[in-house]
């Protein structure tokens, strides 16, 4: 980035995001309605600081990524991938694309059979993901909800060996991710419109 913006902008978005998180109670996890999180949301814009984790936490524990230049490299592509197509105040796990270079990087880390995985479910145009958004009323098409959430588990889904309480710290799950986590990992203020 050239440049972040203005300080105030980082504010108002993280304000934007603390108060969507507070007017849905319930749906989100706690952690999200404290204000040490929109703390955190000013400090990773523009990412969500979801994403930050699931690249820290989550792949960052994988032998043979390189913890903290993986995750920068890794934020690097997405932000080259999304330039331009994205309208949203932050980027989500639900926005990477997994159709170009960022996939090359996560599959150089994990095993080459989740290629198939990303194809079938979420990156190709009969992909299961793509079937469901296909399906939903045209409001809706142009989010791509299905898609966002299967990126989104498939990115919190990976993780190298990690103790209990390591296991626990990250969104809440052990494995995988809740459902609560999940509504974070794709919905946004502007989601609600």
Do not use: C
Request: proline content about 4%; aromatic content about 8%.
């Amino acid at each position: 980035f050239k440049s972040l913006g203005e300080k105030e902008i980082h504010e108002d978005v993280a304000s934007a995001y603390f108060e969507f998180y507070q007017r849905h109670g319930n749906l989100f996890p706690m952690a999200v309605r404290e204000v040490s999180y929109r703390d955190r949301i000013v400090k990773a814009y523009p990412f969500h600081p979801l994403l930050i984790d699931l690249l820290r936490e989550r792949w960052g524990t994988i032998e043979g990524f390189q913890r903290t230049r993986g995750v920068l490299r890794l934020l690097a592509q997405i932000v080259r991938d999304l330039h331009g197509k994205s309208s949203f105040p932050l980027i989500h796990p639900g926005d990477v694309d997994l159709s170009g270079e960022v996939r090359n990087m996560l599959l150089r880390v994990i095993d080459d059979r989740f290629e198939s995985v990303i194809s079938a479910d979420i990156t190709d145009g009969s992909a299961h993901a793509a079937q469901v958004d296909g399906e939903l009323g045209t409001e809706f098409k142009p989010l791509k909800i299905a898609t966002q959430l299967a990126t989104t588990i498939f990115l919190a889904s990976h993780h190298g060996a990690r103790t209990e309480e390591e296991e626990e710290s990250v969104v809440g799950a052990r494995r995988g991710i809740e459902r609560n986590w999940l509504r974070v990992g794709v919905w946004h203020p502007n989601t609600e419109d």
